[in-house]
Nanobody, 123 residues
Framework: QVQLVESGGGLVQAGDSLKLSCAASGLSFSSYALGWFRQAPGKEREFVAAISWSGGSTYYADSVKARFTISRDNAKNTVYLQMNSLKPEDTAVYYC????????????????WGQGTQVTVSS
């Protein structure tokens, strides 16, 4: 049974940093590209960042580029999202997702999802 479990969310002030983690089990972690998505109230789920199965390539939404960093540790079966200079518009539930081999910016193409972790940024 595949499980993705996010952690690290919370309530912070604008300009603060948070680091999200997503621990995976039940899959061959190093064979999967991983992505972070977010969904704010009343909005559709949107792409945030993705990383290739090897960790050699990363991709970011324009809205988070230069502020967020995605990384992975295949030895720990964990993917991370370092979020700096947080803004109130970053408030959302953040989800990690896994897709076999090929990274994607499209949420519909991912195979497995976590339950999400809430990030709230106050102004």
């Amino acid at each position: 049974q595949v499980q993705l479990v996010e952690s690290g969310g919370g309530l912070v002030q604008a300009g603060d940093s948070l680091k999200l983690s997503c621990a995976a089990s039940g899959l061959s972690f190093s064979s999967y590209a991983l992505g972070w998505f977010r969904q704010a109230p009343g909005k559709e789920r949107e792409f945030v960042a993705a990383i290739s199965w090897s960790g050699g390539s990363t991709y970011y939404a324009d809205s988070v580029k230069a502020r967020f960093t995605i990384s992975r540790d295949n030895a720990k079966n964990t993917v991370y999202l370092q979020m700096n200079s947080l803004k109130p518009e970053d408030t959302a539930v953040y989800y990690c997702a896994a897709r076999y081999r090929v990274r994607s910016l499209d949420a519909h193409e991912y195979d497995y999802w976590g339950q999400g972790t809430q990030v709230t940024v106050s102004s």
